[in-house]
């Protein structure tokens, strides 16, 4: 897979996405994973995020509320209403701005990492699902042409969602090449 | 509002939130917020690669227009 090795030094470093084919780094092994630990600490993160994002809404008199979940090993925090486009921005950039200074937060409070998912005014359900389209699209014209095709730019969250469809089809394989902002996902024909 | 929630996103994520200081500079080219940090906070707030630095002015460009500037302020003591 093309530059997997720096995207790897960079995700175990940071608290990127993880949006790429490339296994999770193990948690970190001073956690003994016992479930039920693992999900309080995980409904605290998310506890904590609430807080910090709350506050910001109030600060800058936007309505909002906090719906807080986890899903699989992440907490999910999710602020919900009308009139935030603002914390989402172009792309969803400012939203993946605010999860990571959101992560910072749970970090500084809990001295752990945290891989929480932050989703703004439902912009994330809203992109999955359109990429979730376009990548089903562009597979079934990669199958049928034999011939691989790039998806344009995405971000971390993005390439995961298309990596993460293209898994469950037959014919066909992605991965991804070049560098942040422009790295994206090319899908193309296999087995 | 702009300064005060400059202030809050710092707070959160630094060792001392109580020296975190935040002044609105306006001048010819616009708006800048001034952020100032305990020193051992620096860091934090830049990032590694300048990553947590972008972030907040991302945020706060968002929050408060395009042309408002963010400046993390490294003062000599």
């Known amino acids: 897979m093309t530059g997997s090795a720096p995207e790897l030094t960079a995700d175990s470093a940071g608290a990127t996405e993880g949006g790429d084919p490339v296994p999770a780094p193990a948690p970190a092994a001073e956690t003994p994973v016992n479930g039920r630990q693992r999900i309080a600490d995980l409904e605290q993160e998310g506890e904590i995020a609430a807080d910090y994002l709350e506050a910001l809404l109030d600060i800058v008199d936007m309505d909002g509320d906090l719906d807080l979940d986890v899903e699989g090993e992440r907490a999910v925090v999710a602020v919900v209403g009308e009139g935030l486009e603002l914390l989402v921005g172009a792309r969803g950039e400012t939203l993946e701005a605010l999860q990571e200074l959101t992560r910072l937060a749970v970090l500084q409070k809990t001295g752990v990492r945290s891989r929480l998912m932050l989703d703004v005014g439902g912009h994330r359900a809203r992109r999955r699902a359109e990429l979730r389209e376009l990548a089903t699209a562009v597979a079934a014209r990669v199958r049928a042409g034999g011939q691989p095709e790039k998806l344009k730019p995405m971000t971390p969250f993005e390439r995961k969602v298309v990596h993460d469809l293209i898994a469950t089809l037959d014919g066909v394989a992605s991965e991804s090449e070049g560098e942040d902002p422009q790295r994206r996902v090319v899908i193309l024909p296999a087995g | ?77």
């Open chain 2, 1 to 77: 509002m702009l300064e005060a929630a400059l202030e809050h996103l710092v707070r959160g994520i630094v060792d001392h939130p109580d020296d975190v200081r935040v002044d609105m500079q306006s001048g010819r080219r616009g708006r800048t917020l001034e952020v100032r940090v305990h020193p051992d906070d620096l860091g934090k707030v830049i990032g590694r690669g300048g990553r947590t630095a972008r972030a907040l002015r991302t945020v706060m460009a968002g929050v408060g227009g395009r042309g408002l500037r963010v400046d993390v302020v490294d003062v000599d003591r």
